[in-house]
């Protein structure tokens, strides 16, 4: 239903690529609460993905571009004023790959080069769009700038492997540039801890249906879907969150603050005893 949370707002969306993705449900539910938005990915990704078909239901366009490529952004950024008329009012950043995930290098025995195109597309390149943005005067007074993170940034997670590592740069990034641009033009750089959601991205990390069910299971309201992000990003884009900079925002159904709940221990429980009663198995 919409309450017209975002009327006369213009944003970029980054990383929708398919149906699965939560910067899908951001762009449409950013639309239907009365925002225009520009879509942007990478050109491989958009051969992969339905990003196109996306922006046809929104009556937008997609601008092609590398968010580890400054050029790339500085053209990104001069065609999305152009197109939506006027400077922007928020971004999102929903970016994050691993080659040492994809190729299954385990942490310990990682391929720095790999390492350095995690950190690159999933992190590094938060710190270029919001540079690219500034140096250009591309945002608004006020304008509201998320990326999307995880609680690896804090805690270890077996299998999420480098990602964790790109996850605390990013989130370090927020803070950094959330007091320098919070300063100069009233904008605010948050992050959003989101429950492990079944993405496309998420899909790739190892174990990730156990991980879901686990958090699921800890969580006391359960896991938060991608729908529930988009609700949640919406309202850090709208002015009701003005004054809110600078966090990494928990999304998790609390699981961030549990350390055992009592659904995690009946599930132990009996992994437990069917140890017992099943030694040779």
Request: hydrophobic share 40%.
């Given at each position: 239903?919409?309450?017209n949370?975002?009327e006369?707002?213009?944003?970029?969306v980054?990383?929708?690529?398919?149906?699965l993705s939560?910067?899908w449900k951001?762009?449409?539910?950013?639309?239907?609460?009365?925002?225009?938005?520009?879509?942007?990915?990478?050109?491989?990704a958009?051969r992969?993905?339905?990003?196109?078909?996306?922006?046809k239901k929104?009556?937008?366009i997609?601008?092609?571009?590398?968010?580890?490529?400054?050029?790339?952004?500085?053209i990104?950024?001069?065609?999305?004023?152009?197109?939506?008329g006027?400077?922007?009012?928020?971004i999102l950043?929903?970016?994050?790959?691993?080659?040492n995930?994809?190729?299954?290098?385990?942490?310990?025995n990682l391929d720095?080069?790999?390492?350095?195109?995690?950190l690159?597309?999933?992190?590094v390149s938060f710190?270029?769009?919001i540079?690219v943005c500034?140096?250009?005067d591309a945002?608004n007074q006020?304008?509201?700038?998320?990326?999307?993170?995880?609680v690896a940034?804090?805690?270890?997670?077996?299998?999420?492997?480098d990602?964790?590592?790109?996850k605390s740069?990013l989130?370090?990034i927020a803070?950094?540039f959330?007091y320098?641009?919070?300063?100069?033009k009233?904008?605010r750089i948050?992050?959003?801890?989101?429950?492990p959601?079944?993405t496309?991205?998420?899909?790739?990390?190892?174990g990730?249906?156990?991980?879901m069910?686990?958090?699921?299971?800890?969580?006391?309201l359960?896991?938060?879907?991608?729908d529930?992000c988009?609700?949640y990003?919406?309202?850090?884009f709208?002015d009701?969150t003005r004054k809110?900079?600078?966090?990494?925002?928990?999304?998790d159904?609390?699981?961030?603050?549990?350390?055992m709940?009592?659904?995690?221990?009946?599930q132990?429980?009996?992994?437990?005893?069917?140890?017992?009663?099943?030694?040779?198995?």
């Open positions: 239903m919409s309450c949370l975002l006369g707002k213009r944003g970029i980054f990383g929708a690529l398919n149906e939560i910067a951001v762009a449409e539910k950013a639309v239907e609460q009365g925002a225009q938005v520009v879509l942007t990915n990478t050109a491989m958009m992969m993905g339905e990003t196109e078909k996306l922006a929104l009556n937008t997609v601008i092609p571009a590398d968010a580890t490529s400054v050029e790339d952004l500085e990104l950024f001069d065609k999305s004023i152009e197109h939506l006027g400077k922007i009012d928020f950043h929903s970016i994050g790959m691993s080659p995930v994809r190729k299954g290098r385990h942490y310990s720095y080069n790999y390492l350095q195109k995690t690159d597309v999933s992190a710190h270029k769009v540079q500034r140096k250009k945002l006020w304008g509201s700038i998320l990326a999307l993170s995880y940034a804090q805690r270890t997670f077996y299998g999420y492997n990602m964790a590592d790109a740069l989130e370090s803070r950094s959330g320098i641009y919070g300063r100069e009233n904008v948050n992050t959003i801890s989101q429950s959601t079944l496309t991205a998420g899909q790739g990390v190892k990730f249906d156990h991980l069910d686990f958090s699921e299971r800890m969580s006391p359960g896991n938060a879907s991608a529930e988009a609700d990003c919406l309202t850090m709208s009701l809110v900079t600078m966090q990494n925002l928990f999304h159904g609390g699981f961030s603050n549990m350390g709940s009592l659904q995690a221990m009946q132990y429980n009996k992994s437990f005893i069917y140890d017992q009663e099943h030694p040779f198995d």
